[in-house]
């Protein structure tokens, strides 16, 4: 069955630390990985995408890792800020009858503190 | 330059009631989605369409019809409204098979 599963479910960091969420999957066959934040009450917002042979993609203080072989993601914040605070889903992408296929995390919930 | 755009933000229906959640992007994408999202789960997909004349079912359509009206509107209609269609509805375009999809911010529906 394909599923994503993240964890932890929820984290609590203060500002200025780092922290990593991780995400682990078995989809197949696999097309890429996406980490979005949803930020409350709004819509998922895209941070990176990866397809099978990229290792590392950053974008500014995010940084997310893809091992294809043990199908596992991580997302790395760097010096966290009071507006990181969000939740944090990952999301595979399989092909199914041509069509790419989504398959949701259910979030990693961040809550940074001052 | 909006982006996705859902109408309305929230609902409240009883059981039974019918209603139609639009969505419309100006990106002139072809793919066009909507999803649920539940508490502790992850967004699911409801109904999707590749192009514009085409939809097609996703994980979770029962209860639901969808419509592309054009190429730029993808509307959702719930024709007797039940308590487990209580959720957050998103919906999402897409330019092509495999890229970014960017989201609405969702309508927020309750049915009692």
């Known amino acids: 069955k394909n599923q994503v599963e993240q964890s932890p479910q929820s984290l609590i960091i203060l500002e200025g630390k780092n922290c990593t969420l991780q995400?682990?999957?078995?989809?197949?066959?696999?097309?890429?990985l996406r980490w979005y934040k949803q930020d409350t009450g709004r819509g998922p917002v895209s941070l990176t995408i990866m397809t099978f042979s990229e290792n590392t993609k950053s974008n500014g203080r995010y940084t997310a890792t893809l091992d294809a072989d043990t199908k596992q993601s991580s997302l790395h914040i760097t010096a966290s800020q009071l507006s990181d605070s969000a939740s944090y889903i990952c999301v595979v992408s399989g092909e199914s009858g041509g069509y790419n296929k989504l398959i949701f995390g259910a979030g990693t919930r961040l809550a940074v503190h001052p | 330059n909006a982006g996705v755009t859902q109408t309305p933000k929230f609902q409240v229906l009883k059981t039974g009631q019918s209603m139609t959640l639009q969505c419309a992007q100006d990106m002139n994408h072809n793919s066009m989605y909507w999803y649920r999202q539940d508490p502790g789960m992850g967004l699911r997909l409801i109904y999707y369409?590749?192009?514009?004349?085409t939809t097609d079912k996703g994980e979770v359509p029962n209860g639901y019809n969808v419509s592309r009206l054009n190429k730029r509107e993808f509307s959702l209609r719930l024709e007797s409204a039940a308590p487990s269609q209580t959720s957050v509805y998103f919906c999402?375009?897409?330019w092509g098979n495999g890229g970014e999809q960017y989201f609405g911010p969702g309508t927020r529906l309750t049915v009692t």
């Open positions: 999402a375009s897409q």
């Open positions: 369409s590749a192009s514009e004349g």
């Open positions: 995400c682990n999957y078995t989809v197949s066959p696999f097309s890429n």
